[in-house]
């Protein structure tokens, strides 16, 4: 019983509403307030904060979510390898994804999956690096795409090295050229991407000791590029986020042939179904490549 409150508790968490998270479990909200506050008693403290503005949890509900996601995370591996064993591989896989990835690769990896491994459900949230590196620490996710991670927790794969490139518009003076040299870069009008963690983008810029005229910082690709089609500047972008260049546009390479690495990181131990999802992402990278 106390996993089923722990798998509620879990979901509020993630949803801030007890209206939300009673959607996505197919319950009553009574229910599900009724079963937190069940769980408040057993423990003897509150783990939410209610009020008017949303839920928050408490700090002793911080320390008691991350050892319920603990439970819960052994739970799902004890049923996983269960029918492993039986020859089969079922389970709930939980991937954090950044834009580029849930846009050009999750919908190939998805039909493979479901070909192979119906039994395999795929849960994907989306975010940016920082987010994705911090569900992972969290439990909050199984698995996560990132462009590097250093930690004793988990493994990193690499899976493919995606080419920086310049946007640039009819107006700007590198709309002719066939490379850019990245020191040319130097003071030039600049709208930069705003990756959350480690930037590719900045650390290219670092790395060179560059120093564009940043005149904005913007959270999207589209924002970015409806800047660049109003000749505010230029700016450097993954080659995998340019799904769609407006009209006008140009994307350039830069001569010193710099690129993002994309890897996925997941636990030393992973999951039956985390295995098989890799074997799916490497067989799917070999036929793309």
């Not at 290219?204 to 089609?229: A, H």
Request: proline share 3%.
């Amino acid at each position: 019983m106390s996993i089923i409150k722990y798998e509620i508790v879990n979901k509020v968490a993630f949803e801030n509403s007890f209206t939300k998270a009673a959607e996505a479990l197919g319950m009553t909200q009574s229910a599900v307030s009724h079963a937190v506050s069940s769980l408040e008693r057993e423990f003897g403290f509150v783990l939410f904060h209610r009020n008017r503005a949303g839920l928050t949890l408490t700090n002793e509900g911080e320390a008691m979510l991350r050892k319920m996601r603990l439970v819960l995370e052994a739970e799902e591996l004890v049923q996983q390898e269960a029918t492993n064993l039986l020859g089969m591989t079922t389970g709930t896989l939980r991937i954090g994804v950044i834009s580029s990835i849930s846009s050009s690769w999750m919908p190939g990896l998805i039909q493979m999956m479901d070909t192979h491994y119906p039994g395999i459900t795929i849960d994907l949230r989306e975010g940016d690096y920082y987010e994705i590196e911090r569900w992972l620490t969290n439990g909050e996710i199984d698995a996560g795409f990132l462009n590097a991670m250093n930690s004793d927790q988990f493994q990193y794969i690499t899976l493919r090295k995606d080419p920086l490139l310049c946007v640039v518009s009819k107006e700007s003076r590198f709309y002719t050229k066939s490379k850019v040299d990245i020191y040319e870069l130097q003071d030039e009008p600049f709208v930069l991407i705003s990756y959350r963690g480690d930037n590719d983008v900045l650390r290219l810029l670092d790395k060179y000791e560059v120093k564009p005229d940043i005149r904005f910082v913007l959270s999207e690709e589209m924002g970015v590029l409806s800047m660049i089609v109003h000749h505010i500047g230029i700016t450097i972008l993954p080659q995998m986020s340019i799904t769609y260049l407006p009209k006008g546009l140009k994307v350039v390479p830069l001569m010193q042939g710099s690129y993002r690495t994309i890897g996925i990181a997941l636990r030393k131990n992973p999951s039956p179904a985390a295995t098989k999802f890799v074997s799916i992402l490497r067989d799917w990278i070999d036929e793309q490549s």
